[in-house]
């Protein structure tokens, strides 16, 4: 599995996370940090789930977490700085030539306005809604009129996208909960593993989706809708597109990703390793169990010692950080 690979599901969910400003999914090199912390408190918990043993404990499960590249990672990030600055000067270009083309159309053309109740200017609408396009340099009250009507069409969308997105995340929790429910008694299974592996791939693919449409409907929101502004507005969404693919390929590719991607899987296997001698150590304990005290309230297993650390971290995005009852 590829570095990136790993990272896919908490990369789109930090996509959906975000202002919609494209920007090419990274690595955030402090996640490795926080990786490393977590290792640590799960062996410490590990630990201390085991203290109360009726038999003395035969192995400890405290284990010291390695420590990732520190050169790979400082040049990792320098690459991502750089890629940074290159797309932010792009979208920086993009954005004041759609500016520079709006007010060249505003120049010439304007939006039909009429009194509104409240005696100011307002827009006039067709039926679709749409503003009406006049010939004629624009007004000072017109522009006022035609400014208004594009903070509430962009509120409008904010709130809309919010609300898309809120209910994607809440479909794919769902959808996720119910395939842990219904393989709660084999999730160690590999076959099961695989399968979660791709609803949650599949996850990420949708979350990408709608975000290049949020983004799409982003820069066209407050434009005319003369088909060579439109198209202007598509061009440039599409030239930062294709450099973020550009740039993902050159991250992934790169010595440093490949040398994290095997830094991520000796960790995902060093838990994995672990998570074994706790199963091992659990199963004794559930035998020295008066079995009615565990119908009476059965034990319930731990998410991080039943699935693989990478899946764990991708069901987390999704709100999911425990086992279905």
Same mark, same amino acid.
């Given at each position: 599995?590829?570095?990136?690979? /790993? ?23 402090? +996640? ?8 640590? %408190? ?14 003395? #404990? !035969? ?21 991502? &700085? *750089? ?5 932010? %000067? ?20 304007? +939006? ?14 067709? !039926? ?5 396009? #006049? ?7 017109? #522009?006022?009129?035609?400014? %208004? ?10 709130? #809309? ?12 929790? =769902? ?16 076959? /099961? ?7 949650? $791939?599949?996850?990420?693919? !949708? ?8 983004? =799409? ?23 930062? @597109? ?6 993902? @390929?050159?991250?992934? %590719?790169?010595?440093?990703? &490949?040398?994290?991607?095997? +830094? ?9 390793? *672990? ?12 035998? $020295? ?10 034990? *319930? ?9 990478? /899946? ?7 709100? /999911? ?5």
């Amino acid at each position: 599995m590829s570095f990136f690979g /790993i990272m896919a599901v908490p990369m789109a969910m930090n996509l959906l996370g975000g202002l919609f400003t494209p920007k090419p999914p990274a690595m955030n090199p402090s +996640y490795f940090n926080q990786m490393n912390k977590s290792l640590s %408190n799960t062996s410490r918990e590990m630990e201390k789930a085991w203290e109360k043993q009726p038999e003395p #404990k !035969k192995l400890t499960l405290d284990f010291e977490v390695p420590e990732p590249s520190k050169d790979s990672i400082a040049k990792f990030e320098s690459m991502q &700085q *750089k890629h940074e600055g290159e797309k932010t %000067n792009m979208l920086t270009k993009f954005t004041n030539d759609l500016k520079q083309t709006k007010e060249d159309f505003f120049s010439k053309n304007h +939006y039909e306005t009429q009194t509104g109740a409240d005696g100011k200017e307002q827009l006039a609408l067709d !039926k679709q809604g749409k503003p009406i396009v #006049k010939e004629g340099p624009e007004t000072p009250p017109q #522009k006022v009129a035609r400014e %208004n009507f594009e903070t509430t069409q962009k509120s409008e969308m904010f709130t #809309k996208h919010a609300a898309e997105k809120k209910e994607f995340v809440s479909e794919q929790k =769902a959808q996720l909960t119910s395939f842990l429910d219904s393989n709660k008694f084999q999730l160690d299974n590999p076959g /099961i593993q695989g399968e979660l592996q791709k609803m949650i $791939l599949d996850g990420q693919k !949708k979350a990408v989706k709608l975000q290049d449409r949020h983004e =799409a409907e982003f820069f066209k929101v407050d434009l005319p809708e003369v088909a060579e502004i439109q198209e202007k507005a598509e061009g440039g969404n599409k030239e930062l @597109k294709d450099l973020q693919a550009k740039q993902m @390929k050159e991250q992934e %590719n790169s010595k440093e990703a &490949q040398d994290l991607a095997g +830094y991520q899987q000796d960790l995902v296997a060093l838990l994995d390793a *672990k998570r074994a001698e706790a199963r091992e150590m659990r199963k004794s304990e559930l035998f $020295l169990m008066d079995p009615r005290k565990m119908m009476k309230n059965p034990p *319930k297993q731990d998410i991080s010692t039943v699935l693989p650390m990478n /899946i764990v971290a991708s069901l987390e995005q999704f709100g /999911i950080n425990e086992l279905p009852s």
